[in-house]
Nanobody, 124 residues
Framework: QVQLVESGGGLVQAGGSLRLSCAAS????????MGWFRQAPGKEREFVGQ????????YYADSVKGQFTISRDNAKNTVYLQMNSLKPEDTAVYYC?????????????????WGQGTQVTVSS
């Protein structure tokens, strides 16, 4: 019964920044994990990063380390993905994900709840 609602996607020029938001409703995620995946056209779904809701500890894919930052606002029950220095290869549909049970995972099947996805397009 958890719903994830994403926002913030759009078109941005290479080198620009964008912040995605994911608001969770139906249940809080204290002690649970949330994260982000992305899927580019013709490519497999790719892990981006993860955050433990309670502690705020994060884990990132090598491809985005130093470029993307995941954070959360406990009061708003919202997770953010701050994307800086965007490149055309960052173009993808970005999905917010959540799990009430797992600790750390890069596998899509580990996450029970998925947002609708939001398109991020980076022009060259």
């Amino acid at each position: 019964q958890v719903q994830l609602v994403e926002s913030g996607g759009g078109l941005v020029q290479a080198g620009g920044s964008l912040r995605l938001s994911c608001a969770a409703s139906g249940r809080t995620f204290s002690g649970a994990s949330m994260g982000w995946f992305r899927q580019a056209p013709g490519k497999e779904r790719e892990f981006v990063g993860q955050i433990r809701w309670n502690s705020g500890n994060t884990y990132y894919a090598d491809s985005v380390k130093g470029q993307f930052t995941i954070s959360r606002d406990n009061a708003k029950n919202t997770v953010y993905l701050q994307m800086n220095s965007l490149k055309p290869e960052d173009t993808a549909v970005y999905y917010c994900v959540g799990s009430r049970t797992i600790s750390w995972s890069t596998r899509p099947e580990s996450y029970d709840y998925w947002g609708q996805g939001t398109q991020v397009t980076v022009s060259s």
